[in-house]
């Protein structure tokens, strides 16, 4: 799992070979290997013993079982690292009780590798078949190693319609918090393009806000080191994303992590992030001052009007409503110009918006 700041513990994404590039695929699989100490099962194997007769009858079932269970692993594993999904697929419909089920050592299942591949087709397969034999949804919400489920990989990669697909199929996912307490939407924020956070945000709002329209608590700070959403977007430099957070809940900038850290503090480490922070030709900075910039108005405008329907609802005893805010919000041209940061992805002056918000001046 990738993380978004260097004091969290970090592993290695599954390497997925999908055709090209044999040797710097090998190259990976191998660094993982050994970041898993598996190096010598590979080139050697398992160390069977040669007379098992001299072991308990408990270590020779223990040693059985085992057998069996790489056994079943190789074949669903080995048919995705190749790229064939329909093998893959054709495995889990005959043994539809096994999706949950561990196939790598950091315990990811064939939904947490589903969501890694270049088209959503293996998952909306897996998913058909969850749905055909009526299996429940614990099977979507089973973490790996570092307690993130399906949804929390498809954030980290990126993966828009696995994001899609999966906060449809269990909207419950979207509270369910990892290892180090991040939420999907926190690992959305540190990872992923804007598009995914606000459409998490807009699809699902009654799993993201309170009734006030403010984030709620299980998103604003992971527990490991209560480093904020807002902080995992800047570390992230997912400016965009920081400045969409910001609309919605001004008061994330105030927050600071165990070690007093705050946003603002953050920023100020990163002069990459500045226009000061590189040199630009002239022609460089005429494109940049004329970047467009997407504004997140429209996200918090209807986050406060299903606020507002929300508490009508409660008052006539409907309870809290969930519905899907819309679509996505347009991209205007702001004009003007970018006097602060560059603009990777259309951003505005994010540190000066970030001291007008929390009242205090950067350092």
Not at 76 to 87: F, K, L, T
Not at 236 to 259: H, I, R, Y
Not at 333 to 352: A, F, M, S, T
């Amino acid at each position: 799992m990738a993380t978004t700041n260097s004091s969290q513990s970090s592993s290695m994404p599954l390497p997925i070979f999908d055709g090209s590039d044999y040797d710097l695929w090998g190259k990976k699989m191998m660094t993982l290997f050994k970041s898993q100490n598996l190096t010598d099962i590979v080139e050697k194997g398992l160390n069977k013993p040669t007379n098992i007769s001299i072991l308990e009858e408990a270590q020779q079932k223990e040693l059985e079982t085992a057998e069996i269970e790489v056994i079943e692993v190789e074949a669903p594993y080995g048919a995705a690292m190749e790229g064939d999904w329909q093998s893959v697929i054709d495995y889990y419909r005959e043994h539809f009780k096994k999706i949950d089920s561990p196939v790598t050592p950091s315990k990811d299942t064939v939904l947490h590798l589903a969501v890694q591949f270049k088209t959503e087709q293996p998952l909306k397969a897996l998913l058909e078949i969850l749905k055909e034999r009526s299996l429940p949804e614990a099977f979507l919400k089973k973490g790996n190693k570092f307690g993130n489920t399906a949804l929390h990989e498809a954030t980290i990669y990126g993966k828009y319609e696995a994001v899609r697909l999966l906060v449809e199929r269990c909207p419950e996912l979207l509270s369910i918090q990892n290892d180090f307490g991040e939420t999907p939407l926190f690992t959305a924020a540190g990872f992923s393009k804007t598009e995914i956070v606000e459409f998490l945000i807009r699809s699902k709002p009654g799993q993201c806000v309170h009734d006030d329209g403010l984030l709620l608590r299980i998103h604003r700070r992971r527990t490991v080191d209560y480093l904020s959403i807002l902080s995992a977007a800047i570390i992230g430099q997912k400016f965009e994303t920081a400045l969409l957070l910001l609309e919605l809940d001004k008061s994330l900038a105030s927050l600071k992590d165990k070690n007093q850290i705050s946003t603002l503090q953050l920023l100020a480490e990163m002069p990459a992030a500045f226009e000061s922070g590189f040199t630009m030709g002239i022609f460089e900075r005429l494109i940049y001052r004329c970047l467009p910039v997407k504004r997140h108005h429209e996200v918090k405008s209807q986050v406060q009007t299903w606020c507002l329907a929300n508490k009508r609802d409660l008052e006539s005893g409907r309870g809290r409503n969930s519905g899907d805010l819309g679509s996505v919000s347009k991209r205007n041209q702001r004009g003007g110009i970018l006097k602060y940061l560059k603009v990777p992805e259309g951003i505005i002056e994010l540190p000066l918006y970030i001291e007008i918000r929390s009242g205090s001046p950067m350092q």
